[in-house]
């Protein structure tokens, strides 16, 4: 398998324009989850998914954070609209059983601009 | 929820030498607690866990130790190699399916 997919691996936009963020997670893993990583912050979870279905969405910062999953290997993260307050390092993560019980792959990461 | 605190943030070794990097959470709940390797460019990796049923663990050159009556776990490093520098994170979960990371250290190797 090749690993957690995400795509961009880096994106500059403009402040106020919609973000899209993908991941594939590797087949067979029931839970997804995304993290956002800053100097300031480290490695704050956003949420995850397990079966598709988003169980835990505590970290979702605001409302114009939004994320899905319509199949299980297919993972969207979206920002409308975007603030440069949002820059960061977006990781996609995802596990076979629940983080607890086995290893979580994180994917390469897509670094975000927002300008 | 469970807080993680990490410390050193940084720390600065010449290459043989061993690194320490320690780590305590805050909920005695907690019994899964991973150490990930982030190096530049790249995803966090699992490099060694322990659950807390065990004291100690080893792999080669890495160890960690747990102390669940003190709530606080350690990772060690021995005879530290320049390909060791990176970022290491702990974390901690309390069996809701996800991890609470520390803060993180980076870890620098002087050949």
């Known amino acids: 398998d090749a690993g957690v997919i995400q795509s961009p691996r880096h994106e500059v936009t403009e402040m106020g324009q919609e973000v899209t963020l993908r991941c594939k997670p590797i087949?067979?893993?029931?839970?997804l989850f995304w993290y956002r990583q800053t100097m300031m912050r480290g490695l704050e979870l956003l949420i995850y998914?397990?079966?598709?279905?988003?169980?835990?969405d505590s970290g979702m910062p605001e409302d114009r954070f939004s994320a899905k999953m319509p199949n299980a290997s297919f993972s969207t993260l979206k920002i409308q609209p975007s603030e440069p307050r949002d820059s960061a390092v977006y990781f996609c993560?995802?596990?076979?059983?629940?983080?607890?019980?086995?290893?979580?792959?994180f994917g390469q990461g897509t670094r975000l601009t927002v300008v | 929820g469970e807080n993680v605190e990490q410390h050193p943030s940084t720390l600065s070794v010449q290459e043989g030498d061993s690194a320490v990097i320690k780590c305590t959470y805050s909920?005695?709940?907690?019994?899964?607690f991973p150490w990930y390797k982030q190096e530049l460019g790249k995803g966090p990796q699992l490099i060694i866990d322990?659950?807390?049923?065990?004291g100690e663990k080893k792999d080669q050159r890495i160890a960690v130790t747990l102390n669940k009556t003190a709530k606080h776990f350690s990772l060690h490093i021995t005879e530290t190699q320049p390909e060791d520098s990176a970022v290491y994170f702990c974390?901690?979960?309390?069996?809701?399916?996800?991890?609470?990371f520390g803060s993180g250290t980076r870890l620098q190797v002087q050949p």
């Open positions: 993560a995802s596990s076979l059983m629940g983080q607890g019980d086995t290893e979580a792959f």
């Open positions: 087949s067979g893993h029931d839970y």
């Open positions: 998914f397990n079966n598709n279905v988003p169980i835990d």
């Open positions: 909920d005695s709940a907690s019994n899964y």
């Open positions: 322990i659950r807390s049923n065990v």
């Open positions: 974390a901690g979960d309390t069996g809701r399916r996800a991890l609470t």
